[in-house]
């Protein structure tokens, strides 16, 4: 009898915490009968996890939220033809140089097939076209590399980041640098079949692409940076196809840096409230409640530089046709993101890729029909 009334007390809190339990702390205060109530269990298939056991979700090797589908689908396949004992680990580098998201190197490749066109006034040399295309993809990867290592301590307090390898404790520290000491070095054998010049420039792009992921920390532009690092293959371009960079090539620079500030600004809109708490710095908190007004003004800058950079090098009506079409996919993303929700946003952070080919596209036909 004792024991029933020291249980009195937890009947609301069993009632209320129950489906159906509705009228729990009406009946626990005035109880009408000292019989034990059956408790209303949750059915589940799930069997109850040992003590100690880790979650079977942190078996599986997990993915960072903001994944491509269809590229970590790829990914999947090709990893079938290694030795299961290898596949995980691999898969774990993978997605540390980001190719489950190939969203970025294709952000980095336009604006530099941009350059060797318009170097070359036509299509440029094949040689020369691999070189720069495979630089592409493995800067961009050991870029990522360094990334995670100098966010190793922020990415878990970011829900889209928390799942990256060095994040979620996959990869260790160590191995980044590693693998972004190797991209490094391949990139740098591919330089080393250009010219002089091109040469040279390329320590330069080495140490943008390596001081990017710190710049976060110490000021609220870390995106111009990342402009110049994704954008130093335009001049490298310039270099290699003419020996030279000429003004067109320093404008569409420039061009390319605004480019990037839009699109990454677009990007940290996601994280921004992640970012605040973790004590990062981007445009996007740079720029607050004006960040749409800025990311507009922005836009019809990029737009203006590249209808210099049209009227320098002679381009005809394609050209112009492609930077129409780019203009109104700006028009398009600033739509979709007027609410400032983390998935519009994202979408628009993607759909650049679609404007800098329609531009590429622009650029080749302009060339070809003159």
Known sequence: MTVLRRCAPCKPALDHATPGGGAGYTSGMAPTSRKRQPRNLPT???????PGAAPRAGRRSAQPADSSTRATRVL???????????????RDYLVLTRMDRPIGALLLLWPTWWALWLAATDFPPVKLLVIFTLGVFSMRAAGCAINDFADRKLDPQVARTAGRPIAAGRVTPREALIVFASLLAFSFILVLF?????????????????????????????????GAAFGWSIPMAF?????TVPTVGWLLFIANIIWSVVYDTQYAMVDRDDDLKAGAKSTAILFGDADLPILGILMATFLLAMLFVGQRASLGWPYWLGLLVAAGLFGWQMWRIQGRERDACLWAFRNNNWLGMALWIGIVLALAVR
Do not use: C
């Open 239 to 243: 270099a290699a196809v003419s020996n």
């Open 44 to 50: 589940t298939s799930t069997p109850r996890p040992r």
């Open 194 to 226: 250009t010219n002089k010049l091109t040469i040279e420039l390329s320590f330069a792009g080495a140490a943008l692409a390596a001081l990017y992921p710190f710049t976060k920390r110490y000021t609220h532009l870390p995106q111009v940076v990342l």
């Open 76 to 90: 999947d396949w090709l990893l079938q033809q290694l030795p299961a004992p290898y596949r995980s680990k691999a």
